[in-house]
């Protein structure tokens, strides 16, 4: 568990690609006049040891307007941490 200092709902994937899919983000603003955006977070992968996970994590903002990052996480002392990578300075992209 980790602490989120801003206020969230949590919607079903369906939920949402049902109101952006159809109305291309119309009834999403619609519905939920107060968003600016979404964020949304990949299922988790991990080693076969649980010690290192990657995830993604992505923000929509609109039909043309998205961006995300790959995490790769490290556990160390019983905490999850971002892992560094060798030669990579980020893992990024945007549209």
């Excluded at 690609?17 to 939920?32: G, T």
């Excluded at 040891?49 to 903002?61: G, I, P, R, S």
């Excluded at 995300?68 to 990579?88: C, D, F, H, P």
């Amino acid at each position: 568990m980790f602490p989120v200092d801003k206020t969230y709902i949590l919607v079903p994937d369906r939920e949402l690609n049902e109101l952006i899919r159809k109305s291309h983000w119309h009834d999403f603003y619609a519905r939920y006049p107060d968003a600016k955006s979404y964020v949304s977070m990949s299922s988790v992968g991990f080693n076969a040891q649980k010690t290192k996970a990657l995830l993604t994590m992505t923000y929509n903002c609109g039909m043309f307007c998205m961006e995300g990052t790959y995490y790769l996480m490290e556990k160390q002392n019983g905490i999850w941490v971002r892992a560094s990578v060798s030669n990579v300075t980020s893992c990024a992209w945007a549209s």
